[in-house]
Every structure is written in C-alpha cells, then in structure tokens.
C-alpha cells in the first residue's frame, strides 16, 4: 500500500516537472542578427534617424509588457559599456520582423561600432551586428585656420605654427568650441590630392607646402574644413606677407570696422598709401577706410611684407547745394541727391526735427534752417551717409536807412557789422566816399561803396577807435561825420 501512494506522488510530480519546463521552454525566444539598414551613419543636426530591422521567434512567447532597445557598442565593438540609444514601449513590437528607427549620440566618432537587439520579457539578446562607421557631425561648416591669412613664412632653420582660430573672426564657427572633436592635419601633394601630416588642434610646419585641417569625421563627407594656407621658407630678403580681411574685400562699412590680419611674427608695421601709421604696430589692424594697406613683419632672421587694396563697398552720393545757402523770405531751394545706393531711403530734417512727408531723393525747401538728409541703402551693404546744409535769409546788402550812422559794431552777429548808408549814396550812384582815421589817414576811397566798411581786421583793441567819413555826391553835395568803431 505505502509502494503504491509513492509510485503516485512520484507520477504526478513528474507530470508537474513536465509541464513547468514545457512552459519555460515556450517562454524563450530567439532574436535574429539586426540587419543595418545603413552602410554608415554619418549624423547631424539636420539628419539623424536610422533603422534597423530584425527577425524574432517565437512571437507568441512574448509578454505583452515586452519591450525590445537597441544597445550599440563603443567605437572598438565592445559592448561591455553598451548604451542604450533606443527602447520600444511595452508591447508595442508584436509581430517579426521587427523594424525600429534610432538616433546617434552626439558623442558618436568611430568606425567600428556594432549594434544588436534585447528584449526583457522573455529576456533575449540578438548577435551583434556587422561593424559599421558612425559619427555625429556637431560641427559641420568651414572654418579658418592662421587668422584666415593665406601665406606663412619662416625664416631658415626655423618653423611656422599654424592654428585652428577660436573664435578667429567674423561668423567663423570654431571647431574648438566642441570639445569632443579632434583634427588632422593635410599636406597637398598634387592639384586634388593630400596626406594627413599630424593630429591636434595645431600644426608645426617645418617644410613648405600648402596646408590645411579637417574635423576628423572619418569616412563621412564633411564641410568641416579650413582654408588653405601656403608656407614658405625664407633664407634672405623678404617674404610675401598676405593680408586678410575679416569682412572681405571689397568690405561693407555698414558692419562696422574690418580687421586686417598678417602672419605671425616679431614684431609689425603698417602703412597707409605708403605712410606709416602711427602705433600701427600688431599683427591685427582695424580700419574702415578705403586705401593701399601694407606691412612689414620682423620674422626674427629675415621679414616679410605684404599689401592689400582695399575697398569699401559704402555707395556714392552727391547733393547739388552748399552747406550755406540763402534765399529770400517767400522763395524756395530746390535739393535733390544723386546716388548709387541700392534701394535708398531718405530722411529730412529741420532743426533736428524729422520732415514727415519728405521721403524722396529731392525736395523743395523754403524756411530758414540748419536740414540734415540721411542717405541709407537697404539691400546689399547695409548703410547710411548723413548731409548737412544751412538756408539763411538773404540779407540786402542795400536796405533802405534814413540817415547815416555813426557807430559800427563788426563782431559777426549780424547786426550793424558794416557801416550801412543810405541808398542815395552808394553803388551807381557816382557819389564818392571818403573815410579816414582819427590822423587824417585815408583807408577808404570809393565812387561805388558797397555798405561792406570795414571788410578787414582793423587790429581793434577794448579802446573804441573813431574814423571821419565824407560823402559828396556828384551835384557836390556834401556829407561828414564821425563813425565810432566799437567791439
């Protein structure tokens, strides 16, 4: 009896052991090699999403909590420190095969990354993938190298550094402002053909040639790359010293100064159309006029010296009054511009106030006053170029007065400068005046006086001088007296 109840309870333990494992054995599953749907990943900011797709079986062993990530290797294919760039949400992924879309780090930089597939209800892990480059480009414009001067020299026996320029000038984007990127440095051998000479932010040049620098990105096309420069070895004499400009040439001055760079030397010396400028004497000058800019760099055993015409691209104007103008109480002057700006816009003012409805390269003013006219152009080089002029009354220089005055006060206000007489004795009407001094020393004699005594610089002093006038007319009539000349 006891034989028997052991051999049942052995029986159905038997049966509980078969079914556990056939559970167990119907809860795996096996994943498939991912297939790339990539040869290689090269990212950016404006590109980065890829794809893989993979196979899983069987599809009814899966949990509906399940959820597959994407683990990728470090750039040796190692994935003992594996990161997760990707992980579906819970059963969402159902059916084989399986296609998911991932994006890269922005640390990605290598040629041998891998990639593969996990699920962690039932927990699986696929093989990995085939190998394949990646890198995320996070800098991905030119940029410029020596100050983007396109020559180097150093003399005999010696060296020429050249360097990545953070921020360097302009919009430049630099490279160096990214931590995570490294650079190599080119040397052309032929018309299109180069080999890397070095790694590193900076190059030692000891040999000539033209040289440049890449962000090193690896098998991805880039436009992460620097200008070229060419550098010589000077033995004696001079050498040829290139000069840029930051914001081109020609240049907008409407963008403000543009800053001229030569190579790198001792010491420096600029000209201006041949002459020295003074204190000019760094390897950057800024400037944002026109003109024949040249330097002279102290290399240490021999110099170099260069050259730049340099031209502004600010446009022409021309207006066709003076900067004084008169005219009588009731008439008008007539002002217009002729110019070469793009699109022009005109502002007028009078006394500093802004004319509203003068918005035209022309305008017809008739009151007295100190005008302003800005000249802008607003397509292409973006600026501006001020006009000032005066309208004053006329005065006339024969005004009608009754009698002859005695006194006269020359201190420019405008107001009894001249001895102003009566219009019955002055030009035309052959009438002669006479003025002398308090000796008898004549200093005016006329038959045509023209109200414009004294014209000159009589020395005065804070004593008021005395003159005598006479004034005969041509019946022989006759006028005299005395003017007093005060300060």
Not at 65 to 93: R, W
């Amino acid at each position: 009896m006891y034989t028997t109840k052991f051999a049942y309870k052995l029986f159905i333990g038997l049966c509980f052991f078969v079914l556990l494992t056939q559970e167990q054995l119907n809860a795996q599953i096996v994943i498939g090699t991912p297939n790339l749907g990539f040869s290689q990943a090269c990212a950016s900011e404006s590109f980065n999403t890829y794809s893989t797709t993979f196979v899983f079986s069987p599809a009814s062993a899966l949990n509906a909590s399940n959820q597959f990530s994407i683990e990728m290797s470090d750039v040796d294919g190692d994935f003992t420190n594996a990161t997760v760039i990707y992980t579906s949400s819970p059963g969402s992924v159902t059916s084989s095969p399986a296609t998911l879309d991932f994006s890269l780090p922005e640390t990605t930089a290598g040629e041998n990354y891998k990639i593969r597939i996990k699920s962690n209800a039932p927990a699986a892990t696929s093989s990995n993938s085939t190998a394949f480059a990646a890198y995320y480009k996070i800098q991905d414009s030119p940029f410029t190298i020596n100050n983007l001067v396109s020559t180097a020299a150093y003399c005999s026996g010696g060296n020429y550094l050249l360097t990545i320029d953070n921020p360097g000038s302009g919009t430049n984007d630099s490279p160096l402002n990214y931590p995570s990127l490294t650079f190599n440095w080119f040397k052309e051998t032929g018309p299109t053909t180069s080999v890397i000479v070095a790694e590193g932010p900076t190059l030692t040049v000891t040999d000539e040639g033209t040289y440049f620098a890449e962000t090193n990105y690896g098998t991805c096309t880039s436009n992460s790359f620097s200008n070229r420069v060419i550098v010589t070895e000077v033995s004696s004499g001079e050498a040829n010293a290139g000069i840029a400009s930051s914001l081109g040439n020609p240049f907008c001055p409407g963008q403000g100064v543009t800053t001229l760079t030569t190579l790198a030397g001792n010491s420096y010396q600029w000209f201006k159309n041949g002459v020295v400028i003074s204190e000019a004497t760094n390897q950057m000058y800024e400037t944002n006029e026109s003109g024949t800019f040249a330097v002279q760099v102290d290399l240490g055993n021999c110099f170099a010296t260069g050259a730049i015409e340099l031209v502004s691209e600010l446009f022409d104007a021309t207006i066709n009054v003076s900067e004084e103008n008169t005219i009588e109480e009731g008439e008008s002057l007539s002002v217009y511009f002729t110019t070469t700006a793009n699109n022009p816009e005109f502002e007028w003012y009078l006394d500093d106030t802004l004319i509203t409805d003068a918005t035209q390269d022309n305008y017809e003013a008739t009151e007295f006053g100190n005008y302003i006219v800005v000249v802008s152009e607003t397509s292409g080089c973006i600026a501006s170029k001020e006009f000032a002029f005066q309208i004053n009354e006329a005065i006339d220089p024969f005004p009608e007065v009754e009698k002859i005055p005695n006194v006269v006060s020359p201190n420019g206000d405008g107001f009894n400068d001249t001895w102003i007489i009566p219009t019955k004795y002055v030009n035309g009407t052959d009438t002669n005046v006479m003025i002398m001094t308090n000796r008898g020393k004549v200093i005016l004699q006329t038959d045509n006086y023209l109200n414009n005594w004294p014209e000159n610089d009589l020395n005065l002093t804070s004593i008021n001088q005395v003159f005598y006038y006479v004034i005969t007319t041509s019946d022989n009539e006759t006028k005299k007296g005395s003017i007093t000349v005060v300060r």
